[in-house]
């Protein structure tokens, strides 16, 4: 997969040097992430009794679960990991935002895997709460629109709505919300233009490329938006000709779990 050796180039690339950089041991763990060395990040996070420092686990591994793992056991092992740093947040601070969403995100993908309506519920569950705590949060906002987006895609339109209470257009209003919030961010930007994508409408093809060709240019402030913007430039670039079937390679070769893309 395209986004395995993306991902991995980047720990390669980026290295170790963030550990000597700062003094505090959650800085140490959080400069690791934002290098790409989710690994590292990981390990360091984890001897850190705080809900900030177990969010932040949980977030580089489902980093790792979603874009550097090939092996579904694997994949289901990291995100079991993924989802126990996060409820290890939520034991230490029940109401810690990012916790509820990385938990979130976590069961979302489990659900996705597995074919679990309970983990697509109780992921709703979690983001509603992390709304509840912050609802201007651009974060909770854009995990909310891509909850009811692929449960939309995964259930489909009839099922969606009536099991799940979902649709494109809740998705959207949500996505279009969080980039108000934060238009800067790589991640909340190409993730949303994805999901267009993956509706397969020539009205949601022309939305994604108006919002990839409003990214903002480099430098990034992190690993993980670095790989979301090249992403975003290869859709742009398959878009701008027209190519429906890079298109569909692209989103089915990095959108987690996502098989079958624009049939």
């Known amino acids: ?107 979302g993908y489990r659900g996705q895997i597995e074919r679990s309506a309970a983990d697509a519920k109780a992921a709703k569950t979690q983001i509603e709460r992390a709304l509840e705590i912050a609802p201007d949060d651009p974060w909770a906002l854009a995990v909310m629109g891509g909850w009811h987006g692929y449960v939309r895609l995964e259930a489909g339109p009839v099922v969606g709505r009536l099991f799940f209470g979902t649709g494109r257009g809740e998705a959207i209003d949500y996505f279009e919300r969080a980039l108000v919030l934060d238009p800067d961010n790589m991640a909340i930007r190409v993730g949303y233009a994805d999901l267009l994508l993956l509706f397969n409408k020539p009205r949601y093809d022309e939305k994604a490329r108006t919002i990839l060709s409003e990214a903002p240019p480099a430098p990034y402030p992190a690993a993980f938006d670095v790989m979301m913007a090249e992403h975003g430039a290869q859709l742009l670039e398959a878009l701008e000709k027209s190519d429906s079937e890079r298109l569909a390679l692209l989103l089915n070769d990095f959108v987690p779990f996502i098989q079958n893309a624009r049939r």
């Open 1 to 107: 997969m395209v986004r395995i050796y993306v991902c991995f180039l980047l720990i390669f690339m980026l290295g170790h040097d963030a550990f000597a950089q700062t003094g505090a041991d959650y800085e140490k763990a959080e400069n690791l992430y934002l290098l790409g060395d989710y690994r590292g990040a990981i390990a360091a996070a984890r001897s850190i009794e705080t809900a900030d420092a177990a969010a932040l686990a949980a977030r580089g591994g489902l980093v790792l679960a979603a874009y550097c793992s090939n092996d579904e056991s694997e994949t289901l092992a990291l995100l079991q990991d993924a989802l126990l740093e996060a409820e290890r947040g939520l034991a230490l601070d029940p109401d810690h935002a990012e916790a509820h969403l990385q938990a979130a995100i976590a069961l």
